[in-house]
């Protein structure tokens, strides 16, 4: 209790809420609340017709805390707390620690035994590593609109495992990220707006029913990230708002607590017990449930106290300046505890502004992730890709400016779901042109987008072609995969992720400025880019050319960087993947004619809104005779 209200007990879900067990040798089950300005506190549930008057917790003195034990209550009981506020006004409020939920639209807590799971991951977990130098390829999926079963019911995670495991592997992901599985009174918030942060939605199943789907990810060596969201919650009555009578797991002050645009309340991170329940819910995800990692959601409307807030709705800290300094720290506080107990989680932050350190060292200042999310590539992404061709030419620099900034932070490369929804069109839809150009525009774009510098991730959906926008209460119109072009595409973007997986330069050296490098940047007349990803090994360095004009070029000439022999190892105008098949077949070899500040160059054949990316041939083994093999009486004195 002294952590608790120190705001350092990183574990507090082990004692907090609803803990079957025996004490003095009876079975039953431990209740623990925080409600400092309650009066009064009490258990209500079916036994007692939902009346808590009779049932009452003891309050620990000096401390705001309420506990009893309860002899003879079991696993799967259903009860709230009845609390009388400090005005003797009474309510009914769900467990803020609770593990389990009543399905909505109902909203007791149940009480839950989240232990007994085998977990059979132990060898993914010891070699699971950061992945700084390795490939992150995240496939970003709203749990109940990827499939469901044919009379709109959702799977369960159980179900889910033997569909999406499979699917994912077929595709070459390395991750999967689930956007917010706690529990949400609904479904069109898509979790974003919580009731019960400890509580695994009751949706789509039991507790052990996810963990077996965690489990079965990482035995298919596939990542497993969260989407976490502590930056507000929502009003519902019997959620956090005025948990006790009054403003606790909120801010007092409504200009700090209030989030009008989406109508929820801000945590206040100045309490120390809500920094407590906070970081103790982000390492409950990693030890309970195993995740490896969370994408934290909202970051920028934590700290900054203007966030989409009109002038008379917020006023400056005690500094005089819009930060709001106890988020900041608070956000410190919560990586430096993940890293300590995982130093290998990744921990990925929806950042929108141009904040500095996010990915810095909380030590050094920073706010100490290890990931950002890179809004300011795809926002100027998506803008280019939505121009008219004749359009594009003038918006270049939305292609090449990024670049200045990708090593400002470590980080990772979104097409998320924000930006397939609420009129804003899917990928395909937002390309320009014709129904053929729409697909070999969705082509070029994903290649730009595994080809640039930092991890990636795309929305579900996406990888096949949906033509509509997502639309958030139905699955996926997989019946799009019954026509060739949808088909090929998914095709394509299969090949596309194991040519991401094979080659090191794509990956190895995203956060080291040796790992990219133009060759071409200002082809702004005919929409070309051409540059280089590298790793640790010259002959891993791979050569990128995207033409994002619906004009072919026959001999487009570029500079290379060593002489000899270049063959096209992926070209998105394959006709395997919809398109007309212009390819390089042949080897190309360098000419001794400097281009784009390269000694060497050579000439390829450039598919409209193609693709290509080509790598350097190794040398010819040189042939070893008798005489210079050792140990033969011809032996060299080189060989020596």
């Given at each position: 209790?002294?952590?608790?209200?120190?705001?350092?007990?990183?574990?507090?879900?082990?004692?907090?809420?609803?803990?079957?067990?025996?004490?003095?040798?009876?079975?039953?089950?431990?209740?623990?609340?925080?409600?400092?300005?309650?009066?009064?506190?009490?258990?209500?549930?079916?036994?007692?017709?939902?009346?808590?008057?009779?049932?009452?917790?003891?309050?620990?003195?000096?401390?705001?805390?309420?506990?009893?034990?309860?002899?003879?209550?079991?696993?799967?009981?259903l009860y709230k707390y009845e609390i009388t506020g400090p005005?003797?006004?009474?309510?009914?409020?769900?467990?803020?620690?609770?593990?389990?939920?009543?399905?909505?639209?109902?909203?007791?807590?149940?009480?839950?035994?989240?232990?007994?799971?085998?977990?059979?991951?132990?060898?993914?977990?010891?070699?699971?590593?950061?992945?700084?130098?390795k490939p992150v390829n995240i496939y970003e999926m709203h749990f109940g609109t990827w499939r469901q079963h044919e009379d709109g019911s959702f799977l369960t995670y159980r179900e889910m495992a033997d569909h999406l495991i499979p699917y994912l592997l077929d595709m070459n992901y390395t991750h999967v990220e689930f956007m917010p599985l706690a529990e949400h009174p609904y479904d069109l918030s898509w979790g974003y707006q919580g009731t019960g942060f400890y509580s695994l939605t009751s949706r789509y199943g039991s507790p052990h029913d996810f963990m077996y789907l965690v489990d079965q990810l990482h035995q298919a060596d596939i990542g497993v990230l969260l989407d976490w969201v502590p930056a507000h919650f929502a009003k519902d009555a019997h959620g956090l708002r005025q948990f006790d009578g009054g403003p606790l797991y909120e801010?007092?002050?409504?200009?700090?607590?209030?989030?009008?645009?989406w109508g929820t309340l801000s945590f206040d991170y100045s309490k120390p017990e809500v920094v407590s329940f906070l970081i103790s819910n982000a390492i409950f995800w990693m030890e309970m449930y195993h995740i490896d990692g969370l994408r934290v959601d909202a970051v920028t409307?934590?700290?900054?106290?203007?966030?989409?807030?009109?002038?008379?709705?917020?006023?400056?800290?005690?500094?005089?300046?819009?930060?709001?300094?106890?988020?900041?720290?608070?956000?410190?506080?919560?990586?430096?505890?993940?890293?300590?107990?995982?130093?290998?989680?990744?921990?990925?932050?929806?950042?929108?502004?141009?904040?500095?350190?996010?990915?810095s060292p909380a030590h050094e200042g920073g706010l100490g992730f290890n990931y950002k999310w890179n809004m300011g590539w795809m926002n100027d992404t998506l803008s280019y890709i939505e121009e008219d061709f004749d359009q594009r030419p003038g918006k270049h620099h939305l292609l090449t400016f990024p670049i200045c900034y990708a090593y400002s932070e470590n980080f990772a490369l979104p097409f998320s779901?924000?930006?397939?929804?609420?009129?804003?069109?899917?990928?395909?839809?937002?390309?320009?042109?014709?129904?053929?150009?729409?697909?070999?525009?969705?082509?070029?774009?994903?290649?730009?987008?595994?080809?640039?510098?930092?991890?990636?991730?795309?929305?579900?959906?996406?990888?096949?072609g949906q033509f509509i926008e997502w639309k958030d209460q139905e699955q996926l119109d997989w019946l799009l995969l019954d026509y060739e072009a949808h088909r090929q595409l998914h095709t394509y973007t299969a090949s596309l992720n194991k040519l991401y997986k094979e080659q090191r330069a794509l990956w190895e050296l995203d956060h080291d400025l040796d790992g990219f490098q133009w060759i071409c940047a200002d082809d702004a007349g005919q929409s070309v880019v051409t540059y280089l990803r590298k790793s640790t090994k010259p002959g891993d360095t791979l050569i990128v050319i995207i033409n994002f004009q619906p004009q072919q070029h026959e001999r487009y000439r570029i500079g290379v960087p060593k002489p000899g022999q270049?063959?096209?190892?992926?070209?998105?105008?394959?006709?395997?993947?919809?398109?007309?098949?212009?390819?390089?077949?042949?080897?190309?070899?360098?000419?001794?004619?400097?281009?784009?500040?390269?000694?060497?160059?050579?000439?390829?054949?450039?598919?409209?809104?193609?693709?290509?990316?080509?790598?350097?041939?190794?040398?010819?083994?040189?042939?070893?005779?008798?005489?210079?093999?050792?140990?033969?009486?011809?032996?060299?004195?080189?060989?020596?």
């Open positions: 209790m002294y952590l608790f209200h120190e705001g350092t007990s990183f574990h507090s879900y082990r004692f907090m809420g609803a803990h079957p067990r025996i004490e003095n040798g009876q079975e039953g089950v431990r209740f623990t609340v925080w409600a400092p300005n309650a009066s009064h506190v009490g258990l209500a549930g079916d036994w007692n017709a939902w009346d808590g008057s009779k049932d009452s917790l003891h309050k620990i003195p000096e401390t705001g805390i309420w506990t009893r034990f309860f002899p003879g209550l079991t696993v799967g009981t005005h003797q006004e009474m309510f009914l409020k769900a467990d803020p620690y609770a593990f389990a939920s009543e399905l909505r639209p109902a909203t007791a807590s149940a009480v839950t035994d989240l232990t007994g799971y085998k977990w059979s991951d132990a060898a993914y977990r010891r070699k699971k590593s950061a992945g700084y130098r801010y007092e002050d409504p200009s700090k607590a209030e989030k009008p645009g409307s934590m700290i900054r106290l203007d966030f989409e807030k009109e002038e008379w709705q917020y006023h400056p800290n005690e500094q005089g300046t819009l930060e709001n300094l106890e988020a900041i720290s608070f956000l410190q506080q919560l990586n430096k505890t993940v890293f300590e107990y995982y130093p290998n989680a990744l921990m990925m932050a929806e950042e929108s502004s141009a904040w500095p350190g996010v990915t779901h924000d930006e397939v929804v609420h009129g804003k069109k899917s990928l395909l839809d937002k390309c320009p042109g014709s129904y053929e150009q729409k697909f070999a525009g969705l082509r070029g774009l994903l290649g730009y987008q595994m080809t640039q510098p930092g991890k990636k991730l795309l929305f579900m959906g996406g990888e096949f270049y063959e096209e190892i992926f070209n998105s105008d394959d006709v395997l993947y919809g398109g007309e098949g212009r390819r390089n077949n042949e080897t190309l070899k360098t000419d001794k004619v400097p281009w784009h500040n390269q000694h060497q160059s050579l000439e390829v054949m450039v598919p409209p809104l193609g693709m290509l990316v080509l790598k350097k041939k190794p040398p010819r083994p040189r042939k070893t005779t008798a005489s210079s093999k050792p140990g033969t009486k011809g032996t060299t004195a080189a060989n020596k």
